[in-house]
């Protein structure tokens, strides 16, 4: 079974609430474990959070598109924002001495590890999420 689930909300914090009642209508269309809801609710909120403010420097007349796609057994999400885009591997290790005591930069991290698969795509502006969802 193949469908997709499109969301898109404007360049504004405020905005990130309403990714639990999409998480939660997805979490009952695939029919999603209880202990997987979390990291996927987590993880797109620090991807979606990343486009609004490092992708789109919270313009609020740009837009980040979210697409949920289930595929076999695996949830794929798609955040795309509008911005500039980056190289995810000049990101600092948050976890390196000389950076842990800075505010952000652990969201890439947080992604990496609660997701089984995260993709950098279209010169950054793209973030790919794949979770097993196999029961």
């Known amino acids: 079974m193949s469908k997709d689930i499109i969301f ?3 360049s504004c914090q405020s905005q990130i ?3 639990e009642e ?9 029919d999603i474990d209880d ?3 979390p990291d996927i609710l987590i993880s797109l909120t620090e991807a979606v959070n990343n486009a609004i403010i490092h992708g789109n420097s ?8 979210i697409m949920c796609k289930c595929k076999e057994q695996n949830l794929t999400f798609t955040i795309s924002d509008q911005g500039d885009g980056f190289d995810p591997e000049q990101i ?3 976890l390196d001495e000389t950076n842990i005591e800075l505010e952000g930069g652990r969201g890439v991290l947080i992604m990496k590890s609660l997701c089984d698969e995260v993709q950098y795509k279209n010169e950054g502006r793209t973030v790919e999420m794949t979770f097993n969802i196999k029961k």
Do not use: H, R
């Open 17 to 19: 609430g309403k990714l």
């Open 8 to 10: 898109k909300i404007t």
């Open 58 to 65: 919270s313009d609020v007349s740009k837009c980040v598109d």
């Open 22 to 30: 999409y998480v939660s209508q997805i979490s009952k269309e695939f």
């Open 92 to 94: 600092n290790n948050p």
């Open 35 to 37: 202990t997987k809801y």
